[in-house]
């Protein structure tokens, strides 16, 4: 993944959710927290699961400046 990838995820979604873990297995408390209320607001979105691939948590580093997770983004 680059920075370029993250781009073009987050502008082709209205919702996206990097997180550790899948739908209804989360891989820590937090994710499974976030992915929990978003399934209560009933609004799609974008699950990107960061452990499938190791290249996406440097390049959603170098984006957002941030290495917490989960991170949304709201388009």
Not at 13 to 22: D, E, L, M, P, W
Not at 52 to 62: H, K, T
Request: proline share 4%.
């Amino acid at each position: 993944w680059t920075t370029e990838d993250i781009k073009r995820v987050i502008e082709s979604h209205t919702i996206v959710v990097f997180s550790k873990g899948k739908m209804g297995a989360g891989r820590c408390g937090f994710s499974e927290q976030i992915l929990a209320e978003l399934d209560l607001c009933g609004k799609p979105y974008e699950l990107i699961d960061i452990t499938e691939d190791r290249s996406i948590a440097p390049a959603l580093r170098a984006f957002a400046g941030l290495q917490y997770l989960p991170l949304v983004f709201v388009n």
